[in-house]
């Protein structure tokens, strides 16, 4: 099989997505990028995670060419593509529907630096402005909130997460998920909570270079 310890990961992941309650449902998706083979692996539209199998992972050149796998590919390929296409440094992306980041991302706020463990997404997390799911247009607004990070929100919608290992993209939209959920409870209690100065962030991205 093409890629067949890719499209394992895949569907290792895509169940402890759906377990962790960072997606509800079929929704969310997850790619690896093989760089040296020049395809992408990504979970199949709107297919049940718990029965998933690696033959279901649907494999494309770069060009989004079906290679390997029936159906089709997740809704979100584009999303997913353009992070390929753009950024070296990323080579496995996590989209899911998170509630808390969700829930910043219905009002068009990102999550500030308000905890250490920002770091593994480089800094503050930016909300995309709001798009159509499954549109290049949100792919690429998408990508330009990601600069210089490894996480954005996408208003409306949910939090995408990239880096070079799906296991360390995986780590970083739970993080991120779990500071959106502190970030809320605080402001729930009403208080004004200042982000970790500057000069601390570079100090914690200089600690969190692993997941450069
Ligand atoms: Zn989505």
Known sequence: MI????????????????????????????????????????????????????????VLDSDGRIVDGEGSPSSELALHRIFYKNREDISSVVHTHSFHAASLSCMNKGVPAIHY???????????APYETFGTSELAQQALLGM??????????????SGARTLEKAYSIASHIEYIAGLYLTCLSAGQDIQPLSVEELEKLNREFVSYQ
């Open 117 to 127: 463990l920002i770091a593994c997404a480089g800094g503050d997390v930016r909300c």
């Open 3 to 58: 890629l067949a310890g890719e499209r394992e990961s895949i569907v290792k992941y895509s169940k402890q997505m759906l377990k962790s309650g960072l997606v509800v449902g079929t929704g969310g998706n997850i790619s690896i990028y093989n760089r040296e083979e020049n395809l992408i692996a990504i979970t199949p539209g709107s297919r049940d995670y718990l029965t998933l199998e690696a033959k279901d992972i649907i």
């Open 147 to 160: 600069e210089a990070r490894r996480c954005v929100l996408l208003a409306r919608h949910g939090l995408v």
